[in-house]
C-alpha cells in the first residue's frame, strides 16, 4: 500500500432551510472534521466536503470521489432533512466505500433553549432515516455507525471502518504471484481464479519456478553475505551438532532466495507469492526462512500454492497497516490437538513458513531436514506466538460462491516447551471451545490453512466480505452448533 488515503467527510441537507441554517450546517461539520482528526482515534485523515444540497452536486461530488485514487470511502451524515431522491443519481454512480455516520452535533438536548428553529436546525434522528431509507432500497452495500461524534469509542468504531474500506479499495490491488500450482490432489487449496477476480479484484498469475529461481541465482555473494551478516546479528543460532561453516551455507541459500524472491516480486509488481515443496526447481531449499522474512514486510503467502490465503494474508495485511503495537498477522496451519481436559487447543504451525510478526520472544534460525521433499535441510525461524485474542479465517470456494469463515481465538503458551519441533508455532482454542468450534469449522467446510492476525477484529473481516458480496460465518463465543447449521442452510438459499 502506497497511498496516504483520505476519507471524504459530506453532510447532507437542503436550500429550505435559509443562508444562517447553512452556515451553521457546514461551521458544525467542519469543526467535526477538525476534531475527527485531531483525535488520534481515526488512522486516515477525514476531508470535510461542502454541504451537499442538490441532484447535481451530489452527482458531482460522488464522482469526483470516485476518480480520486487517494479517496478510500465517503462518510454522509445528515445534520438536517435531505430529501433522498436527490442522492438517488449519485448513489447509483458512487463506486468507493460507503459509511452512514449516524451522528448529531450536540451532545445533550438544550432544554432551556430549545425552540422550533433549533428542532429544524438539528434534526439528524430523522434526516438520517430518510437517507438511510433510500440506501437499503438501493441495495446499496454500507456501514452504519450511529453514536455521538466526539466520543472516543465510537470515534474508534470509524477508524476501525476505514481500515475496512482500505481492504475494500486495495483489494482489487493483490496481485499474487503463483511459482507452482496447487498441491497435487488437495481441494481446499483450490478455487476459481476467474470469480475471485470478479469477486475480490485479485489478479492471480502463474510463472514457472524456473524464472524465479534464475533471479535467485543472480543474487551477488556480496549481497548475499550481507543479509546473512543481518540475520545473525537479528536471531539466535542454533546449530544444535551441526558444523557452523555448513549452517552458514544454508542460511545463506534462505538470504539468496529472500533477495532473488523481492527483487522479482518488485520488478513485476506483485504482493504476494505462493510456492510449492515439491516443485521448487532449481531452487537448493524450500523457500523458509526467506519467505518468512517476506511475509514480515507485508507480502501475502500462501504454503503448496495456496493462492486464496496468499490473497487473504497480503490483505489482513494491509489492513492492519501502521496498528500501533500489532501483534502480527501470518499464515498458519492446524497441525495437531491437544485433547487434555483444562487445555485444549490446536497447535498452529507449518513446514517452515510462519510469519516472525506474531513471534513472542526471541526469534532462533535452525536447519532441519523436511520431513518431505528432495531438497537439502532448510534454515527457518523458529518462535513462539504472543498470547491474546485472534482470529483465523479461511476463504473457501464452494463451487458456485465463496464463504469467508472467521473463527475467535484465544491464543496461549503451550504447557511445555517442544525442543525437538523445528518450526515456529502458535498455539489457541478457538471459541467457544475446542469441540464446538472445530465442529462448526467443519461444518462451514473451512480449510486446514488459515490467514490468522491477532490485529482485526470480526467487524472488519464481516463488512470486508459484505463489501465483496460474499457470505461470512462467524464462530466465537455465541455459536451453538444447531444455530450454525441452520445458518449455513438459510446462506445456501441467500447467497446463491
Ligand atoms: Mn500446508
Partial sequence: MDKNYKFWFCAGSQDLYGDAVLEHVAAHTKEMAEKLNASGNLPFEVVWKPTLLTNEHIRKTFNEANTDETCAGVIVWCHTFSPAKSWIIGLRELNKPLLHFHTQYNEEIPYDEIDMDFMNENQAAHGDREWGHIVTRMGIERKVIAGYW???????????????????????????????????????????????????????????????????????????????????????????????????????VQAGIEIGFERFLKEKNYHAIVTHFGDLGSLKQLPGLAIQRLMEKGYGFGAEGDWKVAAMVRLMKIMSTGIKDAKGTSMLEDYTYNLKAGDRGILQSHMLEVCPSIADGPISIKCQPLSMGDREDPARLVFTSKVGTGIATSLVDLGHRFRLIINVVDCKKTAKPMPKLPTATNYWEPRPNLYTGAEAWIYAGGAHHTAFTYDLSVEQMTDWADAMGIEAVVIDENTDIRSFRNELRWNEASFR
Wanted: no cysteine.
Fill in 150 to 252: 466526539a466520543d472516543p469509542e465510537v470515534q474508534k468504531r470509524i477508524g476501525s471502518w476505514q481500515r475496512t474500506a482500505v481492504g475494500i479499495v486495495e483489494s482489487s490491488h493483490i496481485r499474487v504471484m503463483r511459482v507452482a500450482d496447487n498441491m497435487r490432489n488437495v481441494a481446499v487449496t483450490e478455487g476459481d481464479k476467474v470469480e475471485a477476480q470478479i469477486k475480490f479484484g485479485w489478479e492471480v498469475d502463474t510463472y514457472p519456478v524456473n524464472e524465479i529461481a534464475e533471479a535467485v541465482s543472480a543474487v551477488s555473494q556480496a549481497d548475499i553475505n550481507a543479509l546473512v551478516d543481518e540475520y545473525y546479528s537479528k536471531y539466535e543460532i542454533l546449530l544444535e551438532g551441526r558444523d557452523e561453516k555448513e549452517f552458514r551455507e544454508h542460511v545463506a
